[in-house]
Nanobody, 120 residues
């Protein structure tokens, strides 16, 4: 499964961004999807995940209540709406497919990453 993430950029603290992750393959609809992020100098960490049907979501404690993950299977796209952004949200954000949990190694397919920079 090929994934392409986009939508990152520079935003001031308190602002919003929406990330998108698109796939050109019809098998997208059968995969659970997730977003991870890797802050500068740190390990990759879980952000949010959504089931293949979209009826189940989960979030890390650091983004719960601020970020929303969603998907449009007709467009083979998953989204991450990020609100009330903080400088500590600065990271390269990756979308991933096929896993079930919060550990990066569970996911077989990865997008190329998109950089989000939040200025204070």
């Amino acid at each position: 499964v090929q994934l392409q993430a986009f939508g990152g950029g520079l935003v001031q603290a308190g602002g919003s961004l929406r990330l998108s992750c698109a796939s050109s393959e019809h098998t997208f609809t059968s995969y659970n999807m997730a977003w991870f992020r890797q802050p500068p100098g740190k390990e990759r960490e879980f952000v949010a995940r959504i089931s293949w049907s979209g009826d189940s979501t989960s979030y890390s404690d650091s983004v719960k209540g601020r970020f929303i993950i969603s998907r449009d299977n007709a467009k083979s796209t998953v989204y991450l709406q990020m609100n009330s952004l903080k400088p500590e949200d600065t990271a390269v954000y990756y979308c991933a497919a096929s896993g079930r949990g919060r550990v990066p190694k569970e996911y077989a397919y990865w997008g190329q990453g998109t950089l989000v920079t939040v200025s204070s």
